[in-house]
Nanobody
Framework: VQLQAYGGGLVQAGDSLRLQCTYS????????MGWFRQPPGKEREFVAA????????IYAESVKGRFTISRPNAKYPLSLQMNNLQPEDTAVYYC???????????????????WGQGTLVTVSS
């Protein structure tokens, strides 16, 4: 397994969680990386992405201002700090990496060719 997301759990509305995605730096250090989620009974959706340099993050409108994506450098895990979690944030969260190198941050899952196993986040009201 090249990507592995972890850090999910059961929390109450208003709580925070930090997800991390570990990966082998060599194949992913030069790739855009992102987080997607799949709520129960719904399709997978974009959450956030960050450039290969660790800059230029983009977010889904539903999480903007509450979630922060980061990757200090190629050696450290990709992270997603989630604050003020709400029941609608309940989902399986996946980390992913672009197919190619040195691309621009994008929201389309079709651009991501590497996917980790998901981690479940459940937010109770």
């Amino acid at each position: 397994v090249q990507l592995q997301a972890y850090g999910g759990g059961l929390v109450q509305a208003g709580d925070s969680l930090r997800l991390q995605c570990t990966y082998s730096s060599r194949p992913f250090g030069n790739k855009v990386m992102g987080w997607f989620r799949q709520p129960p009974g719904k399709e997978r959706e974009f959450v956030a992405a960050i450039g290969w340099s660790g800059r230029i993050p983009i977010y889904a409108e539903s999480v903007k201002g509450r979630f922060t994506i980061s990757r200090p450098n190629a050696k450290y895990p990709l992270s997603l700090q989630m604050n003020n979690l709400q029941p609608e944030d309940t989902a399986v969260y996946y980390c992913a990496a672009h197919r190619g190198n040195y691309g621009s941050t994008t929201r389309s899952a079709d651009d991501y060719g590497y996917w980790g196993q998901g981690t479940l986040v459940t937010v109770s009201s």
